[in-house]
């Protein structure tokens, strides 16, 4: 018995030891890590195609985009009654897409190295020009997205509250600038 157990420890042992000299990269596979692959892979592609069309199914399938919504438009939400808040998820997911259509360009990857992984955020490097990338997610699906030093969603928010603002607060002024 004694020996088996020195030989199960010894396997631990060397189990972590190899397991502590692996590149972080090979460590950090979590499930987040596999959803951000799988999306910046969609986004990249899109990217690369220049389509509108490819990024729209992209955010639809990998970005929690009402989250994303609601966050840009922030307590002002709650003014927005029904159809009206339907109109504007419509809206401002339709302007999302013609914002980001526009950075796509910026941002150029063969593929993605991932850095550091856990539930709630991974970083990320495109490769082959090593530009860092953060992905925040909650319930499995991306909530924001920091790109060269700048989140998305913020951005979204910044821009959107500059929009209410010159619409002098009114909701169907917002809603009928972002088309």
Request: with cysteine.
């Amino acid at each position: 018995m004694g020996g088996r157990m020195y030989a199960f420890a010894s396997a631990i042992f060397l189990f972590l030891l190899v397991f502590s000299f692996l590149p972080e990269n090979a460590r950090a596979s979590c499930a987040a890590g596999v959803r951000v692959r799988n999306a910046a892979h969609d986004f990249m592609r899109a990217g690369r195609m220049g389509s509108g069309a490819a990024l729209r199914r992209a955010l639809k399938r990998h970005v929690d985009m009402r989250r994303v919504m609601n966050f840009a438009l922030g307590r002002s939400i709650r003014k927005l009654k029904g159809k009206q808040r339907m109109q504007y998820y419509r809206r401002a997911n339709a302007y999302a897409v013609r914002k980001l259509t526009q950075l796509a360009g910026y941002v150029h990857g063969k593929r993605l190295e991932i850095l550091r992984c856990n539930s709630g955020r991974v970083v990320t490097r495109l490769l082959p020009q090593g530009e860092k990338v953060i992905w925040k997610l909650r319930g499995g699906r991306i909530v924001d997205v920091n790109v060269r030093g700048v989140w998305v969603a913020q951005m979204l928010r910044s821009q959107f509250r500059r929009i209410l603002r010159e619409s002098d607060n009114n909701m169907k002024v917002f809603l009928a600038r972002l088309n």
